[in-house]
């Protein structure tokens, strides 16, 4: 299974072998949208870092009955966002980022190609209204409008990674 339109193969780049399994229901529904400056793919920055060098900026809008579980957030916070990366490719088992030589694993990648296209993203809320679900983000890298799954908040004494 592919996506619309997908990107022609790249050098060196492999799909997965044998049939592609039909995508089993597994109960995800779409919370909202991210927001972005960023109207399509190739616009969009490729990770935080160049997200916030773009000029950063972004936000979620969060549907009706989610709203309440916004409960708890406070501007200043990090969170992450999940996202369905409802445009990627999902049949690639090796790829060949264009800034590599040689194709190596999609495991290995934070390509937004991958049997399940789920984002992960680091934001800061810069501003938050429960009331309308909006939260504003210092940053995001994502194309406008993506669908998302969900939110939880970063704590840097567990998420942060110790120093070896």
């Not at 190739?42 to 000029?55: F, H, S, T």
């Amino acid at each position: 299974m592919s996506a619309p339109n997908p990107r022609p193969a790249r050098p060196g780049e492999v799909y997965f072998s044998g049939p592609m399994p039909a995508a089993d229901d597994a109960g995800l529904v779409f919370i909202g949208r991210l927001r972005s400056p960023f109207g399509e793919r190739d616009a969009c920055p490729k990770n935080r870092r160049a997200a916030l060098e773009a000029g950063g900026g972004g936000g979620v809008e969060i549907d009706r009955p989610w709203r309440e579980a916004l409960s708890g957030l406070s501007v200043g916070d990090h969170v992450f966002c999940l996202s369905w990366l409802h445009g990627a490719r999902r049949d690639l088992a090796m790829q060949k980022p264009r800034h590599a030589e040689t194709a190596r694993g999609t495991f290995s990648l934070r390509s937004p190609a991958r049997p399940n296209p789920i984002g992960l993203h680091l934001a800061r809320i810069v501003a938050l209204d429960p009331d309308t679900g909006v939260l504003g983000l210092d940053a995001i890298d994502v194309v406008d409008k993506t669908p998302l799954l969900d939110i939880k908040p970063y704590f840097a004494s567990v998420d942060r990674p110790a120093q070896d």
